[in-house]
């Protein structure tokens, strides 16, 4: 397929070229040459002779450079070649996308996809909307994880000792030292990541089959070990259970961020949304109280946020167990308890609430305890969730680490006792605790094979690199919920000579096969037999790979009743005087560090605190104002004595309200080997700053501060010591005013507060839909006549804030469909991001001192009365018949008064002419949208591109255009479905239908622009009037 | 006096200019506008014969115009389909043979050096078609006439659907030797049909073609 | 009757000057060598001149992002700098058409001079409207021309349209103003030269004037029409300049009295370069008999008033923000005084609307220095007007996310010297090369004074 | 074929006219004046009548406005009516400045440009000129010597303070 798709590029007229604007400037270049050629003889005449010849002179010379230039004129443009195939493939048309189904690898949830391919290209990742995980969302890592297929920095062949070699030559020499240890029955490990592939599961144990001593040791860098090792203990199995946020009414959410980054997010909020639909026939509202130290995307978006330091999490817990069993009238688990950490109403509530709605209620916790996770499953239990929320007959698969493992095989390391080590999917030396100790026992390991795509920190020590494939260019398959078997396939033959490691493992055992085959034949023997329907393989096979799953029995452990563990209070420690609780947490872009090589998912603006390129201390306003520190100033966070460069990173400070003020809140994933590359992200100009950091990385590493201790490994608790250094970093922020209300010392009376959201609760909207609403301003009176009217298609959007997460992924669906350049930290940081999607997060304080987060998607909203319109001089940017706002680059000569103009600030500029370094990346570019050149404006079209192929291809089949014919990039990324788009004039249409919603509101619709875009009334689930949620009292 | 000569000096070079710029008049165009670009090909395919004489059918090769945005040049395995059996002009052919058999023998394989070109592409023998061993195929690099600016997207498939013909746009291509960009492809000569056959329709039907900034740009 | 107004004044033109030393004295700098004075401005003038054409250059080659504005404050420097010298512009026009028109006889000793500094100022105003754009090389897209894109024209409805219509319409005017004043005096020059490539050139530019009557006759006649047209286009440029703010519905931008009130503040703005640039002029070129104190102070008067209409403008607008009761208004004109911009607000308040108050009193208004210093402090005020104007409304509009602060680059910074540069190198070569002051238009005063006044025959 | 013309030269405007006014007196036919400023007074002693260039002015303006509010017209609501941001077909308004321009330009530079043809001025005229010192601080009276008796224009000349007066012939360009 390499070649057809090489062949694609240049069969394609309209694939964006960079020197698009070389092209123009060349036709000036060339004009200009002429001219200056026929004035010598202009200036020539007048000399000597009077003036009656001058003018003679002066037509003369006219003439000839009339002709000169005439004759200019006809010279051609770069000649262009277009290079067929030779053969046809059948499948490809060139210019015609192609649609795979496969399954995600950003993490190991497994979600569905779509791969549309272009001229062989995978340019876009979509959301399989059949999947029975995903249910058609995919997240901004998903979406992004394309890039990494076009990564030049990718190893494209074997390493030996950091020397590229060949295949035969690595394989060579492993075999040998490999039968060396066999014979030597030496230990051999295998660490991996959670791995949900049972093809892959299996041919790495029947590798490990022929050594005496091998284990498969298994741990994930955000661990939830602590919820397997609780249920085995209550269970008697260790496994995850799978949560259906769908079926809960109540949830209670403990330290867990599973709209966000925990174990499952996209299922999570898929499901989690299904419990909050408002407005059609089945009016769901769950309620959601989140309990936790720092200000998560799931606390962000809870209906009761109690803010708790995380040493107090198991008293809380222990409390609402003690309630829920009395309610239950069971006798409480508990003799005596320590008063509660919060109100005790506010306890009793919870207990009622989630005891009200018995079997329909849920309690998650995302921390790493064993004890509270323990306790966890007893309230659960004591609620009957067991059955109905939590789903044990079908567990997940999608994370299996056991921090107990990880530990041992670290014992072992240090030792030396290990013969051989084979890292999959890993990256311990940078992930783990104790990284650097790690990284000297390695180098005493005799064999240390790495399967790593790229030279990370544990990669690069070790002895072979067997460069494992990108997913896209693989055959795989996953389980990630037990009788849910998804496909991976190949989307594009391999770009550099890697091999998929189940290939390599099959090598080593004797039996070399092509992935595909060993697929296959894995599938003829475990999936297979495993079918629902009686069907013959071939057609079992086919069906799964188009649709890139299939429905199994599941044959996982069945889920063991009850049995109560002595669950006990995890001892609170009380934090030692002038220190505070150290919180390390994933972000929803970079997790622990995978997406630390895609620029995308650096310049993503995290969803709370919307800084992009650097990690950083996060620290509540109250915490910081103490130490004296303010925004962008370098905190030192020293772990115990603050001895050793290991215990202490350097980091600028970010104000975090809603956070607790014991807490400091660090992300992990930053720093890693590899980040080095951003350097040279960025326009380079006078005045530029880098992107890196002064050792030249993204960001710094925070897991050396997290512990891995008695089988635990603990990422938050600890308590540190913030110093302040003295010097400054300023955030790259895309926001800078953070609150929906303005400057107390600036603001008007009455007018403090914008009203550009509109939100309520829901039992104001259970008595008035319209509740909530600021009135709305239709203008009755129109000063101009009604020139313009849209008799056909009427394109409207209508986002539903209830519905909204603030989750991103649609900023980067929005990124790759359209080709929006990456800026750089820099350019972020003088506020020039150039998303055309953004992410509005609003901070609104309460009565009760917590604080209330909104988050509001803004795009272009394609006003009908659009100020930009107006403003521009040459009209490059107009209105079409169907109401869509157009941008018109190639026309744009750059005034930036439209920009100006938008009271939205949806239009972004092209300042510079950004590089894209990487050549390589080239080919993830959408050949269907123009790359922008310098000195244009450009902004959200809502995929017009999408628009316009799917209405030729109606054209061409002879057929209306259906509703969801077109779905925008943003629309069809969503998790939470939060987006609807369509035809406004087609009564049957869902947009038609959200339209009359009385909770469709306008943003600022009293300036009569008259957007496109309107919003769902923002709901949350509380008392009438009243604010909601609890701040905890020390 | 001096003055006169230069005045007469002068008028001849007015009326020198003139007559070169009337003789190039034809070529006055503003860049960009490549009407009436003509290269020579790799190949020397001729349109005329293949679709004026034989009557192939334009989407017969350019089969990509239904069902894709590019029309698409044929891949050379198109060609072959009848290219196997044809290896030269049928005249040629029939000489040979009556020569064959004028002096009774086998008649030889005769191959146009045109279609020379296209076998060594596809790296066969004429004779029998097989892959001659050793010998890579290389792609044939045809030279694009009819270019828009890569900030405009053209559609063929609208276009056929509803029924313009080929040679409304890229002229009477069947009566071409060597294929010739007849129209400017400005923008205003297709805004200007866009606006037209929304008054008169195509081929009869009524059709609707918009005259949005988007329908081509962006 | 203005005629029996003035004859009751003292003599305009001081020093008893017959006919004869009018043309000697202005003629004179023209005529000698250029003073070292002369040699070290004009040098230090091309020297930041070049250093703006550097950064222009730079600013062209690389993107507008060498400049500090961002997706939230679009314009900055830019455009401040742009309105700043189109409102410099306005003194020359003014003095001569409006005054023309009212029979303002003492304007006769700076209108020329005036004049040339308003088609100064106005290029160095054009070239920003130019230079702001993403991609200039297009710019001539902003005019109607015919063209293949199915005769796509332009957006007469916009503002920026306008502003292309309005500043050429000003500039060509203000030329042809400039050069029809100069003829008369252009042929004196040219009289006074015996031979060589100066004689030529003046006499080409002169178009063989030879003070017939006949032709002075019509010549008055064209003059009082330009005078008129000038008027009209003083008042409506920058009028149209403001709509550019005015039509917008940016809070801050969006308001009903900026058309009087910019015009005010060009006015202002203008006489108080006049005053600066006069002052230097009168004493490096010995002109104190034709610039006199009187000259000074009647000017000094008019900044005076129009001072104080741009500082009733300013109420004005508070005003109608707090009154209108529009958060949004309110939130801008609070946040200017008190934002992150308060310290260019005030910067232009103090320069604005206190300092010129001073010239209520004659002792201030005819002192020179003080004089001078207070110009000074005007065309500095009026400069952070626009700044204020344009950045503090950007910079905070509707939805707080999008919030964003600006900081000039050393490439702006460097751009507005170069226009201070260009206009000064001008100015320079224009006092060296012209007269600078209307030769004929004086005589005509001085006749009359000693027609009044009598005087030594 | 040449003819005659008397040119006096006085040193105050006073005096010219008085000569202009002496000269009509007469019955001099008066060729012109040469002064270096507009002398008040001198139009009615020569009596000349007003100009009419205000006239061309006027003409020239109404064109430019025809034209702008006819090509704005035609452009955006006829040519290619375009929809931008839902403004009407026909924003007369909006055009008002552009048209108030236009007009204003074609008068100011049409009326200069009909002056300089008008008065036969050139880049490249040879200034035609009886004294040099016109354009300084002379000013020149220059009768047509055809009919009247050359001792009574000296008279005449001489009554006015003439500094200067001679008969010259010149060659007749009528």
């Known amino acids: 397929m390499g070649t057809p798709a090489g062949a694609g590029d240049r069969m394609d007229p309209v694939m964006p070229k960079h020197d698009e604007k070389h092209y123009w400037k060349s036709l000036e270049e060339r004009d200009g040459a002429i001219d200056p050629a026929a004035l010598p003889e202009f200036l020539a005449v007048p000399s000597g002779a009077d003036w009656r010849t001058t003018r003679r002179g002066f037509l003369v010379a006219a003439g000839f450079g009339l002709a000169g230039t005439a004759l200019s004129s006809c010279s051609r443009a770069p000649v262009e070649r277009a290079i067929p195939f030779l053969l046809q493939p059948e499948a490809v048309t060139p210019g015609r996308a192609s649609f795979y189904a496969s399954t995600c690898a950003g993490c190991s949830a497994g979600c569905g996809l779509i791969v549309k391919s272009r001229d062989g290209r995978p340019i876009k990742l979509e959301g399989n909307p059949d999947h029975p995980v995903s249910r058609g969302g995919l997240c901004a890592v998903g979406q992004a994880s394309i890039l990494g297929l076009y990564d030049s920095q990718r190893l494209d062949a074997p390493t030996r000792e950091g020397r590229r070699t060949s295949w035969d030559e690595a394989d060579r020499a492993i075999l040998s030292s490999l039968a060396e240890i066999r014979q030597q029955r030496r230990p051999v490990r295998f660490l991996t ?65 599973f709209l966000g980054t925990w174990i499952s997010p996209v299922e999570y909020t898929a499901g989690y949304r299904s419990g909050r639909t408002l407005g059609d026939a089945l009016a769901r509202m769950s309620f959601h109280a989140q309990i936790e130290s720092r200000m998560s995307l799931t606390g962000a978006k809870a209906d009761l946020r109690v803010v708790l330091a995380p040493a107090q999490y198991g008293l809380l817990m222990a409390h609402l167990a003690d309630r829920v069993a009395r309610l239950a009238g069971a006798n409480s688990p508990f003799e005596l308890l320590a008063a509660p950490p919060v109100a005790p109403a506010l306890v009793d509530t919870l207990a009622e609430r989630l005891w009200h709605a018995r079997e329909k209620s849920l309690v998650v916790c995302g921390s790493n305890e064993v004890g509270l996770q323990v306790l966890c499953n007893a309230i659960n239990h004591t609620l009957g969730a067991y059955g109905g929320t939590i789903d044990l007959d079908r567990p997940s698969f999608q994370q299996q680490g056991s921090d107990r493992q990880i530990e041992e095989l670290l014992g072992d390391l240090s030792k030396g006792s290990v013969a051989a080590l084979l890292v999959a999917g890993v990256n311990p030396v940078y992930e783990l605790p104790g990284g650097e100790a790690l990284a000297q026992h390695l180098k005493k390991v005799p064999l240390v094979i790495s399967f790593s795509s790229h030279l990370d920190e544990t990669s690069s020590l070790a002895r072979f690199v067997c460069p494992d494939r990108h997913y896209l260019e693989s055959w795989a398959d996953a389980e990630p919920v037990a009788g849910a078997l998804c496909v991976t396939q190949p989307v594009i033959g391999p770009i550099g000579g890697t091999r998929q490691l189940i290939e390599s493992l099959a090598a080593w055992s004797g039996a070399p096969k092509p992935a595909y085959e060993l697929l296959r034949e894995s599938w003829m023997t475990r999936v297979y037999p495993r079918r629902l329907a009686d069907q013959p393989f071939e057609a079992f096979w086919d069906r799964a790979v188009h649709d890139g799953f299939v429905e199994v029995a599941a044959n996982a452990p069945a889920g063991r009743t009850f049995a109560a563990a002595a669950a006990s209070v995890p001892a609170a420690a009380p934090a030692a005087a002038g220190t505070l609780a150290l919180v390390l947490y994933p972000k929803v872009a970079m997790l622990d560090g995978r997406g630390a090589l895609n620029p995308w998912l650096h310049e993503l603006p995290d969803p709370i605190t919307k800084t992009t390129w650097d990690n950083y201390a996060c620290l509540s306003p109250a915490a910081a104002s103490a130490l004296h520190v303010a925004e962008g100033d370098i905190v030192r966070i020293e772990v115990g004595g603050g001895s050793g460069p290991s215990s202490a990173i350097e980091l600028p400070a970010c104000l975090q309200p809603g956070q607790h003020d014991g807490v400091v809140a660090v992300a992990l994933g930053y720093g890693r080997m590899g980040t080095e590359r951003f350097a040279k992200v960025g326009p380079r100009w006078l005045e530029a700053r880098p992107t890196v950091g002064d050792d030249g990385r993204v960001g710094k590493n925070a897991a050396p501060l997290a512990s891995l201790s008695d089988g635990a490994l603990r990422y938050s608790g600890a308590p540190v010591r913030v110093v302040k250094t003295g010097r400054r970093r300023d955030l790259a922020v895309t926001q800078s005013h953070h609150y929906i209300a303005v400057p107390a010392h600036l603001a008007p009376a009455g007018g403090a507060r914008r009203p550009i959201v509109q939100e309520t609760t829901l039992p104001a909207y259970v008595k008035d839909p319209a509740a909530g609403s600021h009135g709305h301003h239709e203008a009755k009176e129109d000063l101009w006549p009604s020139d313009h009217s849209y008799p056909g298609r009427r394109w409207k959007m209508v986002i539903d804030l209830t519905a909204c997460t603030g989750c991103s992924a649609c900023v980067i669906a929005c990124q790759v469909e359209n080709n929006v350049p990456v800026v750089g930290r820099d350019e972020v940081r003088r506020h020039r991001e150039m998303h055309w999607m953004r992410i509005d997060r609003y901070y609104a304080d309460r009565a009760d001192g917590g604080v209330d987060v909104i988050q509001q998607p803004m795009l272009c909203q394609h006003c009908e009365n659009a100020s930009c319109e107006t403003v521009c001089p040459v009209l490059a940017t107009v209105h079409s018949e169907e109401g869509l706002n157009q941008q018109v680059y190639n026309r744009c000569v750059g005034t ?114 008259k957007p496109s875009v309107g919003y769902l009334t923002l709901i949350r689930n509380r008392a009438e009037g009243e604010g909601g949620g609890a701040t905890g009292h020390e | ?30 860049p960009g506008n490549h009407q009436g670009y003509e290269p020579a090909q790799p190949i020397a395919f001729s349109h005329r014969l293949h679709a004026g004489e034989l009557q192939v059918q334009c989407l017969y090769c350019h089969s990509g115009a239904e069902k894709s945005r590019h029309a698409g040049i044929p891949a050379a395995g198109t060609c072959m ?29 005769l191959v146009s050096t045109e279609l020379r070109k296209l076998y060594d592409a596809l790296a066969v023998s ?93 | 009757m203005s005629e029996h107004a003035v004859s009751l004044r003292a003599p305009l033109i001081t020093g008893d000057k017959s006919i004869a030393q009018v043309t000697d004295d202005v003629c004179a700098p023209m005529e000698g060598r250029p003073t070292a004075l002369w040699w070290g401005a004009f040098i230090v003038a091309f020297a930041v001149m070049l250093l703006g054409v550097a950064a222009v250059s730079y600013q062209i080659a690389t993107g507008i992002g060498t400049w500090g504005v961002n997706r939230t404050v679009g314009w900055a420097f830019d455009i401040t700098n742009f309105v700043f010298w189109i409102g410099i512009g306005h003194a020359g026009t003014l003095i001569s058409a409006i005054l023309f028109l009212l029979r303002q006889r003492w304007r006769t000793s700076v209108n020329r001079a005036a004049e040339a500094m308003t088609i100064f100022a106005v290029i160095c105003a054009a070239i920003f409207p130019l230079i702001h754009m993403g991609r200039p090389w297009f710019a001539y897209w902003v005019l109607p021309l015919p063209n293949t894109r199915g005769s796509l024209w332009v957006n007469f409805r916009s503002p920026l349209l306008w502003d292309v219509f309005a500043i050429g319409t000003y500039f060509t005017i203000s030329v042809v103003f400039w050069y029809v004043g100069l003829l008369p005096d252009l042929a004196t020059v040219r009289d006074r030269i015996k031979e060589g490539a100066r004689r030529r050139i003046f006499a080409f530019f002169s178009l063989g004037w030879n003070g017939s009557y006949r032709t002075w006759h019509h010549y008055e006649a064209v003059y009082l029409l330009l005078a008129a047209l000038g008027t009209a286009l003083v ?64 000017m000094a008067k008019l900044v005076l008033t129009t001072g104080s209409i741009v500082g009733l403008a300013y109420a004005t607008e508070f005003f109608i923000a707090a009154y209108s009761n529009n958060p949004y208004e309110q939130f801008v004109f609070i946040n200017r005084a008190f934002g992150p911009f308060a310290w260019a607000y005030w910067i232009m308040v103090s320069c604005n609307v206190i300092a010129p108050q001073l010239f209520w009193f004659k002792r201030v208004r005819t002192n020179l220095a003080a004089v001078f210093v207070l110009s000074l402090f005007v065309n500095v005020g009026m400069w952070f007007e626009r700044f204020v104007l344009i950045v503090t409304s950007l910079h905070r509009d509707y939805l707080p996310s999008s919030w964003a602060d600006y900081a000039p680059t050393s490439v702006e910074l460097a751009t507005l010297a170069g226009s201070f540069g260009l206009f000064f190198t001008c100015f320079l070569l224009f006092c060296r090369f012209l007269p600078v002051i209307a030769i004929s238009e004086v005589k005509a005063v001085v006749a009359h004074d000693r027609r009044t006044f009598g005087g030594g025959r | 074929m040449s003819r005659r013309i008397f040119v006096g030269v006085f040193e105050d405007e006073a005096d010219v006219i008085a000569a202009a006014d002496a000269s009509r007196a007469q019955g001099f036919a008066i060729v012109d004046a040469f002064t270096p400023y507009a002398v008040h007074g001198l139009d009615r002693a020569m009596g000349l009548k007003p100009s009419w260039l205000p006239w061309a002015c006027f003409g020239l303006g109404a064109a430019g406005l025809a034209f702008a509010t006819w090509f704005q017209f035609w452009t955006t609501a006829v040519a290619w009516p375009i929809n931008v941001g839902g403004r009407p077909w026909n924003s007369l308004p909006a055009f008002v400045p552009v048209m108030f321009e236009l007009m204003v330009l074609c008068a100011g530079v049409g009326v200069v440009v009909t002056f300089v043809i008008a008065r036969r001025l050139g880049p490249w005229r040879a200034p035609e000129i009886p004294d040099l010192r016109a354009t300084h601080d002379r000013f020149v009276l220059v009768l047509d010597g055809g009919a009247s008796d050359p001792r009574a224009v000296r008279r005449v000349f001489a009554d006015c303070r003439a500094v200067a007066i001679e008969e010259r012939d010149v060659e007749d360009r009528r």
Not at chain 1, 904 to 917: A, C, I, T
Not at chain 1, 978 to 993: H, K, L, M, Q, Y
Not at chain 2, 94 to 101: C, P, S, T, W
């Open chain 2, 81 to 109: 389909n009848c290219h196997r059996v044809v290896t030269t002009a049928f005249g040629a052919v029939r000489a040979e043979d009556d020569l064959a058999k004028k002096e009774n023998r086998k008649p030889n394989l």
């Open chain 2, 126 to 218: 004429p004779a029998g078609m097989l892959p001659i061993a050793g010998r890579e195929p290389v792609p044939i690099a045809w030279t694009k006439i009819h270019n828009v600016p890569d900030f405009v997207y053209f559609d063929h498939r609208g276009h056929v659907a509803s029924g313009v013909t080929c040679q409304q746009c890229h002229g009477p291509v069947e009566t071409m030797e060597r294929v010739r960009q007849m129209e400017t492809l400005s923008m205003g000569w297709c805004v200007n049909c866009h606006r037209q056959v929304n008054q008169i329709g195509v081929a009869g039907k009524t059709v609707y073609a918009s005259i949005d900034c988007v329908t081509c740009h962006y």
């Open chain 1, 193 to 257: 990541s959670t791995i949900t592939s049972p093809t892959t599961r299996a041919t790495i144990d029947a590798f490990l089959a022929s050594f005496a001593d091998a284990r498969h040791v298994t741990y994930d860098s955000l661990s939830a070990s602590a919820v397997l090792d609780a249920h085995e203990r209550t269970h008697g199995a260790r496994l995850l259970p799978r949560y259906r946020f769908d079926r809960a009414e109540v949830i209670v959410g403990v330290d867990a961020d």
């Open chain 2, 1 to 30: 006096m001096n003055g006169r000569i230069v005045t007469i000096v002068l008028l001849v070079g007015t009326a020198l200019a003139g007559t070169l710029l009337a003789t190039r008049i034809g070529a006055v165009r503003i």
């Open chain 3, 235 to 298: 008042v409506s440029v920058h009028s149209i300049v403001s709509m550019d703010f005015a039509t917008s519905l940016v809070p801050g931008w969006h308001t009903t009295i900026f058309p009087p009130y910019f015009v005010a503040g060009a006015i202002f703005s203008g006489m108080a370069m006049v005053l600066t640039l006069m002052i230097i002029a009168r004493k490096t070129m010995r002109l104190e008999n034709y610039i006199t104190i009187r000259h000074v102070e009647i």
């Open chain 1, 896 to 1009: 930036r008064y439209c920009a100006n103009n938008c009271p939205y600030k949806v239009r972004r500029f092209n300042w510079f002419d950004y590089p894209r370094e990487d050549r390589l990346q080239h080919l993830v570019l959408n050949p269907d949208v123009v790359v922008r050149s310098r000195g244009v404006m450009e902004k959200c079209s809502m995929c017009v591109q999408r628009i316009q192929d799917a209405k030729v291809e109606a054209k061409r089949q002879g057929l209306p255009l259906s509703d969801g014919a077109v779905q925008t990039a943003c629309q069809q990324s969503c998790p939470a479905k939060a987006i609807t788009f369509g035809d406004a004039n087609d009564p049957e249409s869902r947009v038609a239908r959200l339209l009359k919603d009385p909770r469709h509101f306008r943003v600022l619709e009293e300036l009569n622009v």
